[in-house]
């Protein structure tokens, strides 16, 4: 089978189309059961995807972020759960590469087996009494020393992908000390175990359950890197975020989109389309989405031509393509339900999932309010560089 790294542009992006295609057939399926469609990742891992972000001088595809945040529109498109599961890896394994925050020999260690075997690997960092870690709480999983081992104890809420995950980078507060590091876990050790305690009403099929680690113990160095509390530099590869929620709402709009050129009640001439109530909403959703691929592409655009010093600075405006571009989503959303009317309630319309799934974006980070904050200081910090 042909892999995407190994393709030009053109042709990754007819692949990527091509594989996430087949992922509409079961989505209703596995948003239903409340399922892990371990298919879709099998797929994916076929043509090479997990490995298509790292940096080339690593062995991988090397792509930029204006062509990830494509692919994971597309894959959005076809199943948003699975398009926001894979993000956290495709942004991560990218970002450690670029910023090198990790010591090389272990970063490397890693990606060959992403390249060779399709690993997959996710940040747990949210627990239950610290909520969303952008809010600044400290972890209450602990590292202690031990010889020359670290000894992990604690429970990882919203562990998106723990069904696949082969590593997991786990947030914890080091005992006797001010510190929190990040620490480089193999879900196979002895002590990580996963309870499924899922049961959202959004991304159903994300796989975002407890991971519990009782005495896992890690090497020395699998501490790769400590998190300092405060400012952090922004980071681009979290616009899989606003990318994923485009997709659904893309979804939404084309089966709309659908429902009115194909709807005829004995009430009119012609179908729903043709009417001027209908064509306002149709009119609207196009608009909100224009406005948001534009903001999205935009900024990845901006992203990938800036020097590192230059990506420093993004910070406020990459909050606010998230903020708005998932605030449309969910408008495009709800508008699109309008156009179908009470059909988009029926248990068996994608409509329905797509609703509930969007508004999952809203507790994605970086939050509203604190985006909103941050452009308010922006604002008047340039106002007194003036």
């Excluded at 080339?56 to 994971?72: A, F």
């Excluded at 199943?79 to 670029?98: C, N, Q, R, V």
């Excluded at 659908?258 to 709807?263: I, N, R, T, V």
């Excluded at 009119?268 to 406005?291: C, R, W």
């Amino acid at each position: 089978m042909e892999t995407l790294k190994d393709l030009d542009y053109k042709q990754r992006v007819q692949l990527i189309e091509k594989t996430a295609e087949q992922f509409k057939e079961t989505s209703q399926q596995h948003d239903e059961q409340l399922t892990f469609p371990f298919e879709n990742f099998d797929k994916l891992k076929a043509v090479g995807y997990p490995a298509l972000s790292i940096p080339k001088e690593y062995g991988g595809g090397g792509i930029s972020l204006t062509e990830l945040m494509k692919h994971q529109e597309t894959i959005a498109k076809y199943d948003g759960a699975t398009a926001l599961s894979i993000g956290w890896h495709m942004g991560i394994i990218m970002d450690i590469g670029e910023k090198r925050t990790w010591n090389e020999e272990k970063y490397k260690k890693v990606v060959r087996d992403v390249i060779e075997n399709g690993a997959l690997i996710n940040n747990l960092a949210t627990e239950p009494a610290t909520g969303s870690p952008t809010r600044g709480g400290r972890p209450e999983t602990t590292a202690r020393k031990q010889g020359g081992q670290w000894i992990l104890n604690g429970r990882k809420t919203f562990s998106t992908l723990s069904p696949v995950l082969k590593y997991a980078i786990i947030v914890a507060s080091i005992e006797e000390t001010d510190e929190v590091g990040e620490f480089l876990v193999d879900m196979g050790l002895p002590g990580v175990t996963i309870e499924e305690t899922w049961n959202s009403i959004a991304m159903r099929a994300s796989g975002s359950h407890d991971v519990v680690l009782e005495d896992v113990a890690v090497e020395e160095e699998h501490l790769v890197a400590f998190r300092t509390p405060g400012k952090k530099d922004p980071s681009g590869w979290l616009l899989h975020i606003p990318a994923c929620y485009l997709g659904i709402a893309r979804a939404a709009q084309d089966a709309a989109l659908k429902f009115a050129k194909s709807y005829s009640p004995n009430s009119i001439k012609g179908t729903i389309s043709e009417l001027p109530n209908v064509q306002e909403k149709l009119g609207k959703i196009e608009l909100l989405a224009m406005e948001a691929e534009a903001f999205l592409y935009s900024a990845t655009k901006e992203w990938d031509q800036a020097d590192a010093e230059a990506q420093k600075s993004m910070g406020p405006k990459l909050g606010a393509v998230k903020t708005s571009i998932v605030n449309k989503a969910v408008e495009i959303v709800d508008l699109s339900m309008r156009v179908v009317g009470a059909k988009s309630l029926n248990a068996d319309n994608e409509l329905q999932r797509h609703y509930r799934n969007v508004r999952a974006g809203l507790h994605n980070p970086p939050m509203d309010d604190i985006v909103i904050v941050n452009l308010a200081k922006h604002s008047l910090e340039r106002t007194d560089d003036q």
